[in-house]
């Protein structure tokens, strides 16, 4: 495609509930990556994958997060029984080299009752 | 720990007057200092990649620089749609990894 698409883009969620937030990286891209972007923070890394391989978890925040791509594709992000400090925006990025610029996608606004 | 420091946290100017976005970085192995323009609701925006100090990019009214401890986005003669939170970034292998370490922002208003 054009450009790094995500969906939804909004999520609003009970606390508890599971959510998974899908990205669709750039065709050809190899490295995908994950970032989080909480209100008045830094956006923040969670995982990088190589292909469907996932070489670094290390920003994963608790067990409760876990991603996986398929296919050298699209990504999935699942976060398990949801708490209101997982409300953020979540960013996919991907790039043809892992030493390459990351190209973002508009990102998955997530909130959490 | 790699860190990022990004100065000022916010700045208005008046539309055609120029200044200096800074960046301070901590980082063993420098790979890329990255420079992104974020508008409100969107996903971070690629502007420019340094490598090495002493490298300057250019696009339109902005400029990059670099050296070895700091990174400025010159804006001359700016625009209201220049207006938008300016992200620095640092890319630095830590065990394999490939992330970006980002600054805060800063986030820049321009006033017709």
């Known amino acids: 495609g054009a450009g790094v698409s995500q969906s939804p883009s909004n999520k609003v969620t009970e606390k508890g509930k599971d959510v998974e937030l899908r990205c669709d990286p750039i065709?050809?891209?190899?490295?995908l990556y994950w970032y989080r972007q909480s209100l008045g923070q830094g956006l923040e890394f969670l995982i990088y994958?190589?292909?469907?391989?996932?070489?670094?978890k290390s920003g994963l925040p608790s067990d409760r997060f876990s991603a996986e791509r398929t296919g050298g594709s699209v990504s999935t992000l699942t976060i398990q029984r949801t708490q209101q400090e997982d409300s953020a925006v979540y960013l996919c990025?991907?790039?043809?080299?892992?030493?390459?610029?990351?190209?973002f996608g508009p990102g998955t606004r997530l909130t959490v009752l | 720990e790699d860190q990022v420091t990004q100065s000022p946290e916010a700045l208005r100017l008046q539309e055609g007057e120029s200044s200096s976005l800074n960046c301070s970085y901590t980082?063993?192995?420098?790979?890329?200092l990255f420079w992104y323009r974020q508008d409100p609701g969107k996903g971070p925006e690629f502007l420019f990649t340094?490598?090495?100090a002493g490298e300057e990019k250019e696009k339109e009214r902005l400029k990059a620089t670099l050296t070895k401890k700091e990174s400025f986005l010159h804006i001359t003669a700016p625009k209201p749609e220049d207006s938008a939170t300016y992200l620095c970034?640092?890319?630095?292998?830590?065990?394999?990894?490939?992330?970006?370490?980002f600054g805060q922002g800063t986030r820049l208003t321009i006033n017709p």
């Open positions: 065709s050809g891209h190899t490295a």
């Open positions: 980082v063993s192995g420098l790979r890329g």
């Open positions: 970034a640092v890319q630095a292998p830590v065990q394999g990894a490939q992330k970006l370490v």
């Open positions: 340094l490598y090495s």
């Open positions: 994958f190589q292909g469907n391989s996932a070489p670094d």
């Open positions: 990025a991907s790039s043809s080299g892992p030493n390459n610029e990351q190209f």
